[in-house]
């Protein structure tokens, strides 16, 4: 051992078994020491901080208490083995590096560890989550590589590393490689405009404007959007294909737009049909589940040679698609006993143009 390590520490001292001895039983010791003690008084600390209502500083305490206790295991094995040599292994530039090297480590990791657990119970934060911005896993996976590149940054200064020749290569790198991966590109791109303009998360429901796409958000990487389907089925969207569409959040709205024609005869008189959309109305305005805040349809809207078209459209102050349905469900057998009432005739005309909003 003397030859393996003197050319790093030429001034150390044989140690004894006694000496090793010692340096083992303060390794134990200091294991010991961080697992049982070190952590109850982190607990603690934490608890107070908690009782004082500073929930965050509290939850911040709890999930860097595995990294602080690393640290200060690491410095007891420094302090054991300098003891065994009896020469300080801070005095050596490598070792001593090393040391700062894995307290860099363990301070990004506590970073870490603190955003997962943020992103996963905001509220723990005492945050107010109808107003908060969460974190969506996308953002997430942004800043923990950041805070990634910034502990290889801080640890290759620390060994003197030559980042300006390190980060001209990578340069040159990319633009070679952004030739051959444009649509890759593109769709990291198209990720980090949704991180940025957050026009949906986790867990809502959304639908793009031709409805090709339509179903709940799972996850948000750094290429696709996995979204599963209303058949119970998963697809991976690129990024780039969903921010160059226009997309609807249907989780974020409070109300539910329903848009009907119906094609009555034209063989109907003026009158008949004034008394239809008016008796129509008022049964809309009496059901218990129409915003009447809303503008309320109904009217004529079109006249043609065999047919007149007949518009209904109606606000639904719920964004339960159970509800929507009821509700839907009970105004067409409304319109339908109306239309029965004044004996009015409904047609097929030859060609549909037919539109319907949920």
Excluded at 243 to 271: A, F, V
Aim: aromatic content about 12%; overall charge neutral.
């Amino acid at each position: 051992m003397d030859k393996s390590i003197r050319w790093l520490f030429p001034d150390l001292i044989e140690p004894t078994w006694t000496d090793i001895l010692v340096a083992v039983v303060i390794v134990i010791f200091g294991w010991l020491l961080q697992h049982y003690l070190l952590k109850y008084i982190i607990k603690k600390i934490a608890g107070f901080f908690e009782k004082k209502s500073k929930l965050m500083t509290a939850r911040i305490i709890e999930h860097f208490s595995r990294e602080i206790r690393h640290a200060i295991f690491t410095g007891i094995v420094y302090f054991a083995l300098s003891y065994m040599i009896e020469v300080s292994l801070f005095q050596n530039p490598a070792m001593r590096n090393f040391f700062y090297s894995l307290m860099v480590f363990y301070f990004i990791k506590g970073l870490m560890d603190v955003l997962d657990y943020y992103a996963n119970h905001p509220e723990a934060f005492h945050l107010d989550i109808s107003k908060s911005t969460r974190l969506t896993p996308f953002t997430l996976r942004v800043i923990n590589a950041l805070l990634a590149i910034l502990a290889i940054v801080l640890i290759a200064s620390l060994w003197h590393f030559n980042l300006n020749g390190f980060l001209t290569g990578i340069g040159l790198t990319s633009v070679a490689l952004a030739f051959g991966v444009r649509d890759t590109s593109s769709h990291i791109f198209g990720g980090l405009s949704m991180a940025f303009d957050k026009p949906f998360k986790v867990g809502d429901l959304i639908a793009t404007e031709d409805n090709k796409i339509e179903g709940v958000i799972l996850d948000i990487n750094l290429r696709s959007t996995l979204i599963a389907t209303s058949d119970k089925g998963t697809v991976y969207v690129p990024n780039a294909y969903l921010m160059n569409r226009p997309i609807y959040n249907t989780t974020t709205r409070e109300k539910r737009k329903i848009q009907t024609y119906y094609y009555l005869s034209s063989k109907h008189t003026e009158e008949e049909m004034r008394n239809l959309c008016s008796e129509i109305n008022k049964q809309i305005i009496l059901h218990p589940n129409i915003s009447n805040e809303e503008l309320i349809l109904v009217y004529i809207d079109e006249f043609h040679a065999d047919y007149y078209r007949m518009l209904v459209s109606y606000f639904i102050p719920s964004n339960d698609i159970q509800v929507k349905y009821n509700v839907q469900q009970d105004i067409l057998f409304v319109i339908k006993q109306e239309m029965n009432k004044a004996s009015i005739a409904m047609v097929q005309p030859e060609i549909l143009n037919t539109n319907q909003l949920d």
